[in-house]
């Protein structure tokens, strides 16, 4: 039963992935939003580079000139992670991650973006092909 409930959820993923047009108040879709970006960094997985270049503003890729298919998404191979809370003043989702045993914690602070009715992530900065998609990140907080 419990495996049925877990592909349940993985098929939820998968069907909201990245093309949320929902936002809210309380940050609640915003803060979904994040989750499921966050879900494509599990160790336990490839990265999942196409499903998170989507995520990404296309507004930021135009205005950088960005050829995504040269690119990669920056990400962690998580164990695990939060979602801490949603600031709406800045649209920013802070959560937190970890590795292994959290041996590790880092926090990362996304902005959340709406362009044509979709919500996306503004990366902070891009370089040496990969885009950062978090806004801010705070290494090793423990």
Request: proline fraction near 2%; hydrophobic fraction near 40%.
């Amino acid at each position: 039963m419990k495996k049925l409930a877990l592909i349940g959820i993985v098929l939820l993923f998968s069907v909201v992935a990245c093309n949320t047009t929902k936002t809210s108040k309380s940050g609640e879709a915003e803060k979904q939003f994040v989750s499921v970006f966050l879900s494509y960094m599990n160790h336990g997985q490839v990265s999942k580079q196409n499903e998170m270049k989507a995520c990404i503003s296309p507004a930021y890729i135009k205005e950088q000139g960005i050829d995504l298919a040269s690119f990669k998404i920056n990400n962690y191979s998580i164990w695990g992670y939060s979602i801490e809370y949603y600031a709406a003043d800045e649209g920013m989702v802070v959560a937190k991650i970890w590795g292994e045993n959290k041996n590790w914690i880092h926090q990362l602070d996304f902005k959340v973006v709406k362009e044509s009715g979709k919500l996306y992530l503004m990366p902070s900065q891009h370089k040496d092909m990969y885009i950062d998609p978090w806004y801010r990140a705070k290494l090793r907080i423990k």
